[in-house]
């Protein structure tokens, strides 16, 4: 199932397209492109993982969503042993986008359950039906909590109720306020450790028709839409990350390259020395504000960030909450962190003037001024390059969150 996150959204040829849209600074363009997909997401595999304890009853549970018995060709294993220790999909013709993950039993393998999760790939699934007999189990509460976490839902099964609904009746019990007790105990449980309320179902997987079982499927049926969206817009950072990486490494070395060539330019006063000994400092400063500037604006341009994006996304999308989404995610497009970089571009100049009143050789104040145009212009351009990579992909999610 290792699989990356733009290749589970988007086509090769529309990845393809990102691609050359982000690299030839098409922002705007490249985000339409993901937001007329973020509208259409009915096609996007969504991965369900079944998790619960061991002897839990989710094989079962699968066979009985594809309306298999244990022993029919193709389904899940099942027994009062523990039977299954490697994740296996089925698929759930119902959805036919829909893959059930039949995950060993979370107290199983003798693994505490951090390693447990690490071990299944917890975080690559999308949606979880946690799946829990008899009692609320410590385990359950945990996984709920992480999965909550990742901003991700779960379902919440207490299953074999027909076991619950026995002892009810030989106890000669109401079964309503039986089933509403059960219901009641999970909930208390939930909130007593923090975690939002989930749909929670009472199912049989013997009685198919009976109990909540109808209305779990309805209510995955109903839900898939959003749950497709939740994930896609979850996976927006590690899409823009895939898409950005290689202009992200291409314009890094052209920042090393224009760093390089602000140093270089530092050697001309030796090479060539000046008539007065005051004006080094404003060479080193001009040349070197001149190159910054240069490469500011060209990473500017690369990445197309441009202030007419904004207003111009917002229109476009019609989406009245977008300029007020990015103004919290902070938008910025200005050199940043500018205060540190000015206060560094004093302390070179400052320095500079007290070696040249104080009689510093020009091959000594040379050196310096090389190595800190160097060290100016690629701290300043590197940071700009980060803040606009970084303010490239809170604008996307932005721009593709659900109102
Ligand atoms: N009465 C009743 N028994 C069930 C139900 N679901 C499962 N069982 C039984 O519970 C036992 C365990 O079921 P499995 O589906 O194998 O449980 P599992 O969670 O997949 O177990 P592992 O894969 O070993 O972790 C089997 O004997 C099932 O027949 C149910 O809804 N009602
Ligand atoms: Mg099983």
Redesign the pocket.
Known sequence: MAQSTLTKFFTAQERRNLQSLYNTGELEAMILQMKSKSDHLDKVQLNIAVM?D????????INAMRDLRSNDQGAAP???E???MEPTRYPYRALPNVQLW?L??TN?FGFELNNYLKQVKFESFDFFII?SQARFRENDAVIAKKIQEQGKEFYYIR??I??DTRSLKMQGADLNEGWSSIRRDCIINFQSVGVTLPDIFL????EREQYDFPKLKSTLARDLPNIQSNVFSLSIPKMMLEITEPKGSTLMTRVLLLAILSGIVGVVPVLAPFPVPMLVPVWYLFTTIVITVSGWIYLRKQLGLSDRLVPSLAKRGKRSGLQVRLKERGFKTKISPAVTNVLFGITTVTCMITGIKHGFSPMGISIFGTVSSFAFTCKLLKDSLNDRLETGQRLVQAALSRD
């Open positions: 619960g061991v002897g839990s009853g989710k094989s079962t549970f099942t027994g009062n523990e039977t299954w039949d060993p039993g199983s799946v299953s074999k027909d076991n199912i049989s997987s013997f």
